[in-house]
């Protein structure tokens, strides 16, 4: 006999994963109520996380509804400074980012390591979430530890949307010598970091605070 209180907590955390693996940073976002379901131990604990997430996701389908928590991207033309961010293995340069409410910022991220990096700005949740979706692409082979397997990237590991997740407005994956650009807008004062969410970066410290400044 399966113990009565295990199966659900299990169902839960299948659920989740499988959520994860079909969405982009909304639903990952959202796998922390998902969290919380698999903690109460009764029966409809994987009911309540499944609605959760779907009125989370809200049909965006992108991580847009959590992109304006955290901020909105940002117009060229309204760009006020452009900081350069360096990627090396596995660190940043700075290792700290200042910003004002309401900056428009053009992220300059060149990667001179050798191997593949991220520039993502979020919560330390959505980095959590968000390498728990980088752990599973490398299970895939669709990232490998210096590059994106653009073909594997192409299969149905999914529907598609983990493609979506790297087009995010909010990241940029970069391949050794690459070098791309975020713009972002600060909207308002948020717990913030930048991160580098490829297995086993962010844990080597390849993370930093994003701190917002007053004054002119
Ligand atoms: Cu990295």
């Known amino acids: 006999m399966i113990p009565t209180n295990a199966r659900p907590k299990f169902l839960a955390a299948a659920f989740a994963f499988s959520l994860a693996a079909n969405g982009g940073l909304a639903v990952a976002a959202g796998s922390h109520s998902g969290d919380h379901g698999a903690k109460k131990e009764h029966g409809h604990s994987e009911g309540h996380g499944a609605k959760k997430k779907e009125s ?3 049909g965006h389908g992108g991580g847009h509804g959590h992109a304006m928590a955290i901020g909105e991207p940002g117009v060229a ?4 400074r452009t900081i350069t961010i360096t990627m090396s293995d596995n660190y940043f340069e700075p290792e700290e980012i200042k910003v004002k409410e309401g900056e428009t910022i053009r992220f300059v991220v060149i990667n001179k390591g050798e191997f593949l990096h991220e520039f993502n700005i979020g919560t330390e949740d959505m980095h959590a979430a968000h390498q728990k979706e980088m752990a599973m692409m490398a299970e895939h082979g669709m990232i490998t530890p210096t590059g994106v397997d653009h073909d594997k990237m192409k299969m149905d590991h999914g529907d598609g949307k983990l493609m979506m997740a790297h087009d995010d407005p909010n990241s940029v994956l970069l391949a050794p010598g690459k070098k791309g650009e975020v713009i972002w807008r600060f909207t308002k004062k948020t717990d913030l970091e930048f991160a580098c969410n490829v297995p086993g970066h962010y844990d080597s410290g390849m993370m930093g ?4 400044k007053h004054g002119h």
């Open 209 to 212: 605070p994003i701190e917002f």
């Open 77 to 80: 033309a309204k760009v006020d």
């Open 56 to 58: 989370h996701d809200g």
